[in-house]
């Protein structure tokens, strides 16, 4: 790799503001726990007796499957909050956006019909 | 010297990392206007197949966890290569462009499925917006696979070594993001009724 004095030099910053990774033994443990919330997800699909609250516990499940991916694999966790930022204010947004369009057509329809065969 | 302690950049942080972050937020919107449009048609489809007619969740249940261990063979590449391990590194992008090609191979046994079963992107907007969305999502992976197939390729040839971890790292960014936007599809189109 060639790069400039004032590259590497951008690159020695961005490392001292950053941290020291976590261990594969730690990595492991988060593909585990991923793994057990996907099984629970599953079960909780199969079992009728869930039906009332099958959606907030689904939701709540992907939700904590969403946060341990970039939290400790995309390294947010331990990363500069900027990066938190840059990322989590269009997370915000998209989600609003999907909510907004959810109670839109789906909790006020009136006069929206059906979308096949118009 | 008191101007060697001025931030090369402006933030303090590389100028690379920050701008895959920007991407990733952009991406985050692209795939947000997706899924509210599958959330929007859900059940507005007068004719079929239906979602209950055509899903598999066991199947999907599958290669939804082979997409979240290729993201742990993805963050132990990194680990490797910020430990200086070639082999290591070797080992585990592999695994990950093995696992990443076997989430493909099921999403392409799903999509034949269906267009068998009687729905293609053409038949209803349950059709339309399942494709649509879940198209997009495995365009991604494939760019993801031959990213990593290359970066494999490189660190075969001895050119990605310990220095090079910010492009790992980049990659790793993508292919996490790739499994996150997964997570979500799995749970809002597969599971919720």
């Known amino acids: 790799m060639t790069s400039s004095p004032t590259q590497a030099e951008a690159h020695d910053t961005a490392e001292a503001g950053s941290h020291a990774h976590p261990t594969w033994r730690f990595y492991v443990m988060v593909g585990v726990i991923l793994t057990v919330i996907t099984a629970a997800e599953v079960a909780v699909f199969y079992i009728p007796a869930l039906g009332g609250v099958l959606v907030p516990l689904l939701l709540v499940l992907s939700t904590g499957k969403f946060a341990l991916v970039v939290m400790f694999y995309m390294h947010l966790r331990f990363d500069s909050p900027i990066f938190s930022g840059v990322f989590v204010a269009p997370l915000i947004l998209a989600v609003f956006v999907i909510v907004a369009l959810i109670v839109l057509f789906h909790v006020f329809p009136r006069g929206m019909g059906t979308l096949d065969g118009m | ?193």
């Open chain 2, 1 to 193: 010297m008191a101007i060697a302690h001025h931030p090369p950049t402006a933030t303090g942080l590389d100028n690379v990392k920050l701008g895959f972050w920007t991407f990733i937020g952009s991406e985050t919107l692209f795939f947000g206007s997706l899924i509210s449009t599958y959330m929007v048609y859900k059940g507005a489809s007068v004719a079929g197949p239906y979602p209950h007619d055509v899903l598999n969740i066991p199947l999907t249940s599958v290669s939804t966890f082979v997409l979240l261990m290729s993201s742990l063979a993805m963050v132990l590449a990194l680990n490797a290569v910020q430990a200086g391990s070639r082999s290591g590194a070797l080992v585990w992008l592999m695994a990950v462009v093995i696992l990443g090609l076997g989430f493909l191979g099921f999403q392409a046994y799903e999509f034949t499925h269906f267009v068998h079963e009687g729905l293609t992107i053409k038949t209803n907007v349950f059709g339309s917006s399942f494709f649509v969305l879940t198209g997009f999502h495995g365009a991604h992976v494939s760019v993801g696979v031959l990213w990593l197939l290359t970066l494999w390729i490189q660190t075969l040839r001895g050119k990605i070594g310990k220095e090079d971890t910010l492009k790992v790292e980049i990659a790793g960014l993508y292919w996490h993001f790739v499994d996150v936007v997964w997570i979500v599809i799995f749970t809002l189109v597969y599971l919720i009724p």
